[in-house]
Protein backbone atom coordinates (compact mmCIF):
# COMPACT_ATOMS: atom_id res chain seq x y z
CA UNK A 1 0.00 0.00 0.00
CA UNK A 2 1.47 3.81 -1.14
CA UNK A 3 -0.21 6.54 0.49
CA UNK A 4 -0.68 9.87 -1.22
CA UNK A 5 -1.09 13.07 -0.04
CA UNK A 6 -2.20 15.84 -1.80
CA UNK A 7 -3.58 13.48 -3.55
CA UNK A 8 -6.01 16.02 -5.65
CA UNK A 9 -3.24 18.43 -6.67
CA UNK A 10 -1.14 18.81 -10.08
CA UNK A 11 1.34 16.12 -9.01
CA UNK A 12 -0.77 13.95 -6.29
CA UNK A 13 -3.54 12.86 -9.04
CA UNK A 14 -0.96 11.88 -12.21
CA UNK A 15 0.85 10.06 -9.37
CA UNK A 16 -2.50 8.30 -8.28
CA UNK A 17 -3.20 7.63 -11.63
CA UNK A 18 0.00 6.01 -12.66
CA UNK A 19 0.25 4.16 -9.67
CA UNK A 20 -2.90 2.49 -10.26
CA UNK A 21 -2.06 1.70 -13.84
CA UNK A 22 0.92 0.17 -12.41
CA UNK A 23 -1.22 -2.25 -10.39
CA UNK A 24 -0.69 -0.76 -7.17
CA UNK A 25 -2.41 -0.18 -4.01
CA UNK A 26 -3.13 3.55 -3.07
CA UNK A 27 -4.53 5.08 -0.39
CA UNK A 28 -5.51 8.75 -1.72
CA UNK A 29 -5.52 10.79 1.44
CA UNK A 30 -7.58 14.51 1.13
CA UNK A 31 -9.26 16.55 3.17
CA UNK A 32 -12.64 16.74 1.20
CA UNK A 33 -13.46 12.37 -0.33
CA UNK A 34 -16.88 13.25 -1.49
CA UNK A 35 -15.58 16.04 -3.65
CA UNK A 36 -12.28 14.87 -4.27
CA UNK A 37 -13.32 13.12 -8.39
CA UNK A 38 -10.41 10.47 -7.65
CA UNK A 39 -10.61 6.91 -9.26
CA UNK A 40 -12.58 4.22 -8.13
CA UNK A 41 -10.25 2.08 -7.56
CA UNK A 42 -8.26 4.28 -5.13
CA UNK A 43 -8.76 3.85 -1.47
CA UNK A 44 -10.13 7.39 -1.00
CA UNK A 45 -9.23 8.56 3.16
CA UNK A 46 -10.03 11.25 4.93
CA UNK A 47 -6.84 13.54 5.69
CA UNK A 48 -7.32 13.42 9.52
CA UNK A 49 -4.38 14.88 11.81
CA UNK A 50 -5.89 14.27 14.77
CA UNK A 51 -5.95 10.19 14.10
CA UNK A 52 -2.85 9.54 11.47
CA UNK A 53 -1.91 6.49 12.70
CA UNK A 54 -5.09 5.11 10.60
CA UNK A 55 -3.77 6.84 8.10
CA UNK A 56 -1.21 4.07 7.77
CA UNK A 57 -2.70 0.70 8.24
CA UNK A 58 -0.87 -1.60 6.14
CA UNK A 59 1.23 0.88 4.28
CA UNK A 60 4.68 0.81 4.06
CA UNK A 61 5.42 3.80 1.17
CA UNK A 62 4.34 7.36 1.57
CA UNK A 63 4.23 10.65 -1.12
CA UNK A 64 4.18 13.54 0.68
CA UNK A 65 3.09 16.82 -0.23
CA UNK A 66 4.70 19.83 1.76
CA UNK A 67 1.53 21.50 2.95
CA UNK A 68 -0.46 18.01 3.71
CA UNK A 69 0.64 18.25 7.36
CA UNK A 70 1.78 21.82 7.93
CA UNK A 71 3.16 22.66 11.40
CA UNK A 72 1.75 18.45 12.38
CA UNK A 73 4.43 16.86 9.60
CA UNK A 74 6.57 15.55 12.88
CA UNK A 75 3.41 13.56 13.61
CA UNK A 76 1.96 12.42 10.89
CA UNK A 77 5.88 11.03 10.10
CA UNK A 78 5.84 9.54 13.32
CA UNK A 79 2.38 7.80 13.04
CA UNK A 80 3.70 6.69 9.30
CA UNK A 81 6.88 5.15 11.00
CA UNK A 82 5.07 3.44 13.54
CA UNK A 83 2.53 1.87 11.08
CA UNK A 84 5.32 0.00 9.14
CA UNK A 85 6.12 2.93 6.23
CA UNK A 86 9.69 2.73 5.34
CA UNK A 87 10.21 5.51 2.82
CA UNK A 88 8.97 9.15 2.59
CA UNK A 89 9.30 10.51 -0.97
CA UNK A 90 8.58 14.55 -0.42
CA UNK A 91 7.49 16.72 -3.27
CA UNK A 92 9.93 19.46 -2.71
CA UNK A 93 11.28 22.61 -4.23
CA UNK A 94 13.95 23.24 -6.50
CA UNK A 95 15.03 26.58 -4.77
CA UNK A 96 16.64 24.84 -2.08
CA UNK A 97 20.51 24.34 -3.12
CA UNK A 98 22.78 22.13 -1.03
CA UNK A 99 24.51 24.53 1.64
CA UNK A 100 22.12 27.47 0.93
CA UNK A 101 20.48 28.87 4.49
CA UNK A 102 18.04 31.03 2.41
CA UNK A 103 15.13 33.05 4.12
CA UNK A 104 12.51 32.96 1.45
CA UNK A 105 8.88 31.82 2.83
CA UNK A 106 9.06 29.11 0.07
CA UNK A 107 12.73 28.03 1.19
CA UNK A 108 11.61 27.62 4.59
CA UNK A 109 8.84 25.53 4.25
CA UNK A 110 10.37 22.92 2.30
CA UNK A 111 13.88 22.96 4.20
CA UNK A 112 12.30 22.33 6.66
CA UNK A 113 10.32 19.85 5.90
CA UNK A 114 13.45 17.94 4.21
CA UNK A 115 14.79 18.54 8.12
CA UNK A 116 11.85 16.75 9.23
CA UNK A 117 11.38 13.40 7.34
CA UNK A 118 15.53 12.98 7.62
CA UNK A 119 15.28 13.47 11.35
CA UNK A 120 12.04 11.07 11.31
CA UNK A 121 14.39 8.02 10.53
CA UNK A 122 12.68 6.91 7.85
CA UNK A 123 14.41 6.38 4.45
CA UNK A 124 13.97 9.39 2.15
CA UNK A 125 13.91 10.37 -1.35
CA UNK A 126 13.79 14.43 -1.75
CA UNK A 127 12.20 15.77 -5.25
CA UNK A 128 13.12 19.52 -6.19
CA UNK A 129 11.42 20.93 -9.44
CA UNK A 130 12.10 24.00 -10.47
CA UNK A 131 8.68 25.95 -12.25
CA UNK A 132 5.98 24.31 -12.88
CA UNK A 133 4.03 24.46 -16.15
CA UNK A 134 1.09 24.47 -13.89
CA UNK A 135 1.93 28.23 -12.75
CA UNK A 136 0.62 29.43 -16.04
CA UNK A 137 -2.55 28.52 -15.07
CA UNK A 138 -2.18 32.02 -13.38
CA UNK A 139 -2.89 33.72 -16.90
CA UNK A 140 -5.92 31.16 -17.11
CA UNK A 141 -8.98 34.10 -15.86
CA UNK A 142 -7.43 36.41 -18.67
CA UNK A 143 -7.01 33.95 -21.41
CA UNK A 144 -10.24 33.16 -21.15
CA UNK A 145 -12.17 36.30 -20.99
CA UNK A 146 -9.17 38.16 -23.95
CA UNK A 147 -6.31 38.06 -26.06
CA UNK A 148 -4.02 40.10 -24.32
CA UNK A 149 -2.16 38.56 -20.84
CA UNK A 150 -1.03 41.31 -18.45
CA UNK A 151 1.85 39.87 -16.46
CA UNK A 152 5.55 40.46 -14.92
CA UNK A 153 8.93 40.45 -16.29
CA UNK A 154 7.93 39.07 -19.80
CA UNK A 155 11.80 38.64 -20.37
CA UNK A 156 11.94 36.34 -16.93
CA UNK A 157 13.60 32.86 -18.13
CA UNK A 158 12.71 29.63 -17.13
CA UNK A 159 12.50 25.59 -17.95
CA UNK A 160 8.83 24.53 -16.81
CA UNK A 161 8.06 20.80 -15.72
CA UNK A 162 4.76 19.34 -16.60
CA UNK A 163 3.24 17.59 -13.39
CA UNK A 164 2.64 14.61 -14.98
CA UNK A 165 6.99 14.46 -15.68
CA UNK A 166 7.16 14.90 -11.98
CA UNK A 167 4.85 12.44 -10.85
CA UNK A 168 6.85 9.80 -13.27
CA UNK A 169 9.75 10.13 -11.22
CA UNK A 170 8.05 9.90 -8.11
CA UNK A 171 6.18 6.91 -9.41
CA UNK A 172 9.99 5.53 -9.88
CA UNK A 173 11.11 6.49 -6.87
CA UNK A 174 8.25 4.82 -4.96
CA UNK A 175 8.50 1.38 -7.11
CA UNK A 176 12.11 1.10 -7.76
CA UNK A 177 15.11 0.57 -5.46
CA UNK A 178 18.28 2.89 -5.23
CA UNK A 179 16.32 6.28 -5.26
CA UNK A 180 16.70 6.54 -0.89
CA UNK A 181 19.01 9.17 0.64
CA UNK A 182 18.73 10.76 -3.26
CA UNK A 183 17.32 14.62 -3.90
CA UNK A 184 16.36 14.62 -7.32
CA UNK A 185 16.42 18.29 -9.09
CA UNK A 186 13.88 18.50 -11.81
CA UNK A 187 13.25 20.76 -14.56
CA UNK A 188 11.43 21.14 -18.23
CA UNK A 189 13.77 19.94 -21.36
CA UNK A 190 13.66 23.68 -22.25
CA UNK A 191 14.20 27.71 -21.41
CA UNK A 192 11.54 29.61 -22.05
CA UNK A 193 10.51 33.39 -21.17
CA UNK A 194 6.90 34.56 -20.60
CA UNK A 195 6.11 35.61 -24.00
CA UNK A 196 6.65 32.38 -25.24
CA UNK A 197 4.51 30.57 -22.94
CA UNK A 198 1.55 32.58 -23.85
CA UNK A 199 2.31 32.28 -27.74
CA UNK A 200 2.36 28.43 -26.82
CA UNK A 201 -0.87 28.55 -25.10
CA UNK A 202 -2.14 30.66 -28.03
CA UNK A 203 -0.96 27.51 -30.40
CA UNK A 204 -3.17 25.04 -28.32
CA UNK A 205 -6.15 26.55 -27.93
CA UNK A 206 -5.98 28.44 -31.33
CA UNK A 207 -5.82 32.28 -30.95
CA UNK A 208 -3.34 34.94 -30.94
CA UNK A 209 -2.29 35.81 -27.49
CA UNK A 210 -0.22 38.81 -26.43
CA UNK A 211 1.64 39.36 -23.27
CA UNK A 212 1.78 43.00 -21.73
CA UNK A 213 4.40 43.38 -19.32
CA UNK A 214 3.37 45.62 -16.27
CA UNK A 215 5.82 46.67 -13.39
CA UNK A 216 6.35 45.04 -10.25
CA UNK A 217 4.67 48.09 -8.79
CA UNK A 218 1.50 47.20 -10.42
CA UNK A 219 1.10 43.24 -9.92
CA UNK A 220 -1.66 42.29 -8.29
CA UNK A 221 -4.53 39.70 -7.52
CA UNK A 222 -5.06 39.42 -11.59
CA UNK A 223 -1.77 38.55 -12.34
CA UNK A 224 -0.91 35.83 -9.06
CA UNK A 225 -4.43 34.48 -8.08
CA UNK A 226 -4.93 33.32 -4.32
CA UNK A 227 -1.36 33.93 -3.98
CA UNK A 228 -1.13 35.99 -0.46
CA UNK A 229 0.47 39.03 -1.12
CA UNK A 230 3.33 38.03 1.60
CA UNK A 231 4.47 35.41 -1.06
CA UNK A 232 3.85 37.42 -4.28
CA UNK A 233 6.51 40.06 -2.80
CA UNK A 234 8.75 36.97 -2.49
CA UNK A 235 8.16 35.99 -5.63
CA UNK A 236 8.81 38.99 -7.60
CA UNK A 237 12.73 38.98 -6.42
CA UNK A 238 13.06 35.55 -7.22
CA UNK A 239 11.31 36.61 -11.03
CA UNK A 240 12.92 39.63 -11.46
CA UNK A 241 16.77 38.01 -10.85
CA UNK A 242 16.12 35.25 -13.79
CA UNK A 243 15.20 37.61 -16.48
CA UNK A 244 18.16 37.22 -18.56
CA UNK A 245 19.99 34.48 -16.72
CA UNK A 246 19.74 30.79 -18.36
CA UNK A 247 17.73 28.30 -16.02
CA UNK A 248 19.24 25.54 -14.53
CA UNK A 249 17.86 22.68 -16.34
CA UNK A 250 18.20 18.82 -15.91
CA UNK A 251 18.18 15.47 -17.84
CA UNK A 252 16.87 13.63 -14.72
CA UNK A 253 13.16 13.06 -15.91
CA UNK A 254 14.52 10.85 -18.32
CA UNK A 255 17.29 9.23 -16.83
CA UNK A 256 14.93 8.00 -14.24
CA UNK A 257 11.95 7.20 -16.45
CA UNK A 258 13.88 6.47 -19.69
CA UNK A 259 11.29 9.38 -21.19
CA UNK A 260 12.72 12.71 -21.85
CA UNK A 261 10.97 15.54 -20.35
CA UNK A 262 7.82 17.28 -22.40
CA UNK A 263 8.05 20.62 -23.53
CA UNK A 264 6.14 23.29 -22.51
CA UNK A 265 4.10 23.46 -25.69
CA UNK A 266 3.23 20.09 -25.23
CA UNK A 267 2.18 21.10 -21.63
CA UNK A 268 0.13 23.54 -23.06
CA UNK A 269 -2.05 21.32 -25.68
CA UNK A 270 -2.75 19.18 -22.87
CA UNK A 271 -3.84 21.73 -20.91
CA UNK A 272 -5.81 23.49 -23.85
CA UNK A 273 -9.57 23.41 -22.30
CA UNK A 274 -7.96 25.04 -18.69
CA UNK A 275 -7.71 28.22 -21.07
CA UNK A 276 -11.05 28.03 -22.94
CA UNK A 277 -14.25 29.91 -21.87
CA UNK A 278 -16.63 27.39 -20.53
Known sequence: MIVVTGATGNVGRALVDRLLAAGRPVRALTRDPERAGLPEKAEVTKLRLDEPAALFEGATKLFLYVQAAGERTPELLAAARAAGVRHVVLLSSGIIQEGSGETHPIHVMHATAERQIRDSGLEWTFLRPNAFATNALQWAPQIRTGNTVRGV?????????????????????????????????????????????????????????????????????????????????????????????????????????????????????DHADDFRAA
Open 153 to 269: FADMLTAPIHEDDIAAVAERALLDDGHEGVAHRLTGPGATTNTDQIAAIGRAVGRDLTFVEVSPEEAGPAQFPGVPPAIVQALLKTFAATVGVPPEITTTVEQITGVPARTFAHWAE
